[in-house]
């Protein structure tokens, strides 16, 4: 049983650019949630979505948005990139509130 | 602002001794988490304690949760190099179960 993949492993984009981020939950999971690591930081939550649906959010510009498919995999867009988008973006996958699976992440970076 | 805050925010210890790393946060809590980070990468989930919890043993892995001191604590017993990592509490809190809150980490670095 493949745990939670994400896609791309490395990434560097230029200001302004947009950029789209995959993850596919591990299998019976419904939910899929989104962090931003900073370096040295700890994770910060993006969103959350559940039923194609967002259901949460964090403290995030609308730049950032995203979409879950029917398949329960999600994606992770970011337009207008700045430099301070340059970080490990992190997805979770998880039945609701239940515990937390993590995959590798995207490394971001802005240039 | 965060919510979970460890203590301390690096460690270094020798192979074979037992490593605690603390953690406060700040509203009531549904449950609290541990994760470990090795390099930047994906974070493993350890262990998770309720709040109606006060204590829970995996492996080499102890946790305690105080609630009426808004705490928790980590202990690794009989620590390896492998060992070496970050370690992340997280808390889901109690009003709106919103998702996990994460503090800085506590950078575990275990010496052979």
């Known amino acids: 049983d493949a745990g939670v993949t994400q896609s791309p492993t490395h990434l560097i984009k230029t200001r302004g650019q947009q950029v789209t981020l995959r993850c596919s939950p591990k299998s019976g999971h419904d939910t899929v949630s989104w962090y931003q690591q900073a370096l040295g930081q700890g994770p910060q939550f993006i969103f959350q979505y559940y039923e194609e649906e967002e259901r949460q959010r964090g403290n995030f510009p609308d730049r950032f948005s995203g979409h879950q498919f029917p398949n329960y995999s999600s994606e992770l867009n970011v337009n207008a990139l700045l430099l301070g988008d340059s970080a490990l973006y992190l997805c979770a996958s998880s039945l609701w509130l239940d515990e937390q699976f993590f995959g590798p992440g995207t490394r971001l970076t802005v240039l | ?112």
């Open chain 2, 1 to 112: 602002s965060q919510q979970g805050e460890e203590d301390p925010q690096a460690l270094s210890i020798q192979e074979g001794e037992n490593a605690t790393m603390n953690c406060s946060y700040k509203t009531s809590i549904n449950n609290l988490q541990w994760y470990r980070q090795n390099s930047g990468r994906g974070l493993v989930h350890l262990i998770l304690i309720r709040s109606n919890e006060r204590e829970k043993h995996s492996g080499r892995l102890r946790v305690t949760l105080d609630t009426s001191k808004k705490s928790s604590s980590l202990l690794i017993t009989a620590s390896r190099a492998a060992d070496t990592a970050s370690y992340f509490c997280a808390t889901v809190t109690a009003i709106g179960n919103t998702p996990l809150v994460f503090g800085k980490g506590t950078r575990l670095s275990v010496i052979a």
